[in-house]
C-alpha cells in the first residue's frame, strides 16, 4: 500500500513568489493535514481538510490556504513568500474516527526555500 | 490548548530499555494521549495512543498514571534506529480535537552503541 506521497520533494522560490504543494493521502483516508516545520523547530499545524472541506485552521495568515480535491488529494498554497515561511511541509492522512483517536501517518515532507 | 512537558534530551545505551516521560496537566478526560517520532530527515511517524488503561504495540508500551496528568512512553529494548525525536501529544477537544494535533519540540533521544 503506497503511503502519503509528497511533491514536489525540494522548491526553491523568491520573496514574492507563489509556491504550490501537493499531497497525496492514504487510499481510503478522507483527511489530510498540513504542518509547517521551520528549521529546529516544532511541527506547527496549518490546515485541516476532510471531504473537500477546510475544517480547522492553524493561526498562519491568509496567504496561506489550500484544497482537497475530490480524490482526496489537497494542494497547499503559498502567497507572496517571504523568507521565514523557508521550512519543510509535511502533509499528513487518516481516517476520521471522530472519537480524537485519529492516527495520523505522514509524508516526507516537501523543503521550501525562499530566497 | 493542552500544555504538555517532556525533558529536551535523553540518552540511552543499545539494548537498554528507555522510559520517555510526559507531564499533560491541562488535559480533558476524553482526550486520548498520543505519541510519534520522527527520525532524522523524515516526517513524523505513529508510535503508540491510549485513553486510560496502560497500551502495548510492537513499538513500545505506553503507561498513563492513574489521574492521566502523564504518560511514559517505554522503549523495552533501544536500538540505534530507535533515534530519533519524540513527540507526546494530548490532543485538547477545546483546540477542534486530534485534526489540530499539536506537536511541541519533543525529547531528542540519543541511543548509545
Known amino acids: 500500500e503506497a503511503g502519503v506521497t509528497q511533491s514536489p520533494t525540494h522548491l526553491i522560490k523568491t520573496r514574492g513568489q507563489q509556491a504550490t504543494l501537493r499531497c497525496s493521502p492514504i487510499?481510503?483516508?478522507?483527511?489530510v493535514y498540513w504542518y509547517q516545520q521551520a528549521l529546529g523547530l516544532g511541527l506547527q499545524f496549518l490546515l485541516w481538510?476532510?471531504?473537500?472541506?477546510?475544517?480547522n485552521r492553524g493561526n498562519f495568515p491568509p496567504r496561506f490556504s489550500g484544497r482537497q480535491f475530490p480524490n482526496y488529494s489537497s494542494e497547499l498554497n503559498v502567497n507572496a513568500l517571504e523568507l521565514e515561511d523557508s521550512a519543510l511541509y509535511l502533509c499528513?492522512?487518516?481516517?476520521?474516527?471522530?472519537?480524537?483517536?485519529?492516527?495520523?501517518?505522514f509524508g516526507a515532507g516537501s523543503r521550501l526555500t525562499v530566497l | 490548548d493542552a500544555k504538555t512537558t517532556q525533558p529536551n534530551s535523553m540518552e540511552s545505551n543499545e539494548e537498554e530499555p528507555v522510559h520517555l516521560p510526559c507531564n499533560h496537566s491541562?488535559?480533558?478526560?476524553?482526550?486520548?494521549i498520543h505519541w510519534y517520532r520522527q527520525l532524522p530527515s523524515q516526517g513524523p511517524e505513529y508510535v503508540i495512543h491510549?485513553?486510560?488503561s496502560n497500551v502495548n504495540n510492537r513499538m513500545a508500551s505506553l503507561a498513563i498514571a492513574e489521574d492521566r496528568k502523564s504518560s511514559t512512553l517505554i522503549l523495552h529494548r533501544a536500538t540505534l534506529r530507535d533515534a530519533a525525536v519524540y513527540y507526546c501529544?494530548?490532543?485538547?477537544?477545546?483546540?477542534?480535537?486530534?485534526?489540530?494535533?499539536?506537536f511541541g519540540k519533543g525529547t531528542k533521544l540519543t541511543v548509545n552503541p
Open positions: 499528513a492522512s487518516s481516517l476520521d474516527t471522530g472519537n480524537g483517536a485519529n492516527v495520523l501517518t
Open positions: 487510499s481510503g483516508h478522507t483527511s
Open positions: 481538510y476532510d471531504e473537500g472541506e477546510e475544517r
Open positions: 491541562t488535559i480533558s478526560g476524553t482526550d486520548y
Open positions: 491510549g485513553l486510560t
Open positions: 501529544i494530548p490532543p485538547s477537544s477545546s483546540q477542534g480535537g486530534s485534526e489540530k494535533l499539536v
